[in-house]
């Protein structure tokens, strides 16, 4: 076992973590995540992790003079497939809804200016918007940086200025609006803190259901290859 224990050390201090699923949910989750941010408001173009690689890629151009209008990624170890439908079902009362298949969205707020992505971050969920693309549940939860000046001490939605809450979601409204997809994008509730943590728990219960948990499986991958038993 000290074998595997080593080789595991060895593998994290060589490598870069895949931010999807080598980075960590966050130690005190659903209270404080960890998020990866892809996309600052500065940045006019769409960037997002390739899922294989890790990579930071280029989705697209950004379409409009608006852009986003916090930092936005997802938050590692999560994923959207039937615990998350489910609960948008029950929440809302609508059918045929799925999973989107993807981290679950993030929007962290601060009153500081980060002009890069690319980066993590301790977020504290505030949060969230029940979103439907679609008919697949794409939930954004918002959070406020961890130690923020401004927004740090904020614990539930109720609590931000109404004008920062509105922006936000006029953004996800309308970004597909060049699409002509923009009616199929709806927001059906606003939801406070407790909400957002149980749909943290859920998509990390989706992401552990298809994925299983990651530092197992290459702790048991490397004792057969090195013929240690459990």
Known sequence: MKEVQNLLKAFNNKFVAHPWHGVSIGEKTPDIVNAFIEIVPSDAI??????????????????????????????????????????????????????????????????????????LMEAIPVGGFRMIDGGEADDKIIAVLKGDQAYGDIK????MPKMVIDRVKH?????????????????????????????????FDDYTAKFGNADQALAEALMQALGVKA
């Open 46 to 119: 769409k960037y997002e992790v390739d899922k294989d690689s890790g990579f930071i890629m280029i989705d697209r151009p950004q379409k409009f003079s608006n852009h986003m209008p916090c930092m936005y990624g997802f938050v590692p170890q999560t994923y959207c497939d039937t615990r998350i439908a489910e609960f948008c079902t029950e929440k809302t009362g609508k059918t045929g809804i799925v999973g989107d298949q993807d981290p679950l969205d993030i929007c962290v707020l601060t009153e500081r200016q980060v002009n890069r992505g690319n980066i």
């Open 156 to 159: 539930d939605i109720s609590d």
């Open 171 to 203: 953004f996800f409204l309308t970004y597909k609006d060049l699409e002509g997809n923009s009616k199929n994008v709806e927001i059906t509730h606003v939801y406070g803190a407790d909400e957002a943590k149980e749909v943290i728990k859920r998509s």
